[in-house]
C-alpha cells in the first residue's frame, strides 16, 4: 500500500521560504511520476511540482524561479523548496503518487495520481 506522509508546512511572512518534505513508502515502481499539489480554500487543486523516477521536472508557471522540487531517493523523500514566498502561495499543500505513464511525461493534474497524503498548511501573511 502506497503511503505519503508530508510535514514542513506553517507560517511564514511574505518573502520567507519553507521545506515541505513527503515521506513516501510501500511503492513498487521503478519508473514513477511524485508531484506537488496545492488547494486554497474554495478553490481547485492545482498542480505546482513534478518530478519522475529520473529526475526530470516540471513547475507551474506562477512557482517557477521561487520552488525547487527534488527527492532522496536513499530516505525515499520527496521535498518542495519554497522561497519568496506569496501571500498567494497560502494553501494546503499535498504530495502525490503513481506510475510514470507510457509516454514519459508527468503531468500537473491531479487526474493523473491516484496515490496522495493527508496535507500540510501552508500559511503566507503579507
Known amino acids: 500500500q502506497v503511503q505519503l506522509v508530508e510535514s514542513g508546512g506553517g507560517s511564514v511572512q511574505a518573502g520567507g521560504s519553507l521545506r515541505l518534505s513527503c515521506a513516501t513508502s510501500?511503492?513498487?515502481?521503478?519508473?514513477?511520476?511524485m508531484g506537488w499539489f496545492r488547494q486554497a480554500p474554495g478553490k481547485e487543486r492545482e498542480g505546482v511540482a513534478t518530478?519522475?523516477?529520473?529526475?526530470?521536472?516540471s513547475y507551474a508557471d506562477s512557482v517557477k524561479g521561487r520552488f525547487t522540487i527534488s527527492q532522496d531517493n536513499t530516505k525515499n523523500t520527496l521535498y518542495l523548496q519554497m522561497n519568496s514566498l506569496k501571500p498567494e502561495d497560502t494553501a494546503m499543500y499535498y504530495c502525490?503518487?503513481?506510475?510514470?505513464?507510457?509516454?514519459?511525461?508527468?503531468?500537473?493534474?491531479?487526474?493523473?495520481?491516484?496515490?496522495w497524503g493527508q496535507g500540510t498548511q501552508v500559511t503566507v501573511s503579507s
Open positions: 510501500g511503492y513498487a515502481w521503478s519508473s514513477y511520476c
Open positions: 502525490a503518487a503513481d506510475r510514470r505513464p507510457r509516454g514519459g511525461f508527468c503531468f500537473l493534474t491531479r487526474l493523473a495520481y491516484n496515490h
Open positions: 518530478i519522475d523516477s529520473d529526475g526530470g521536472t
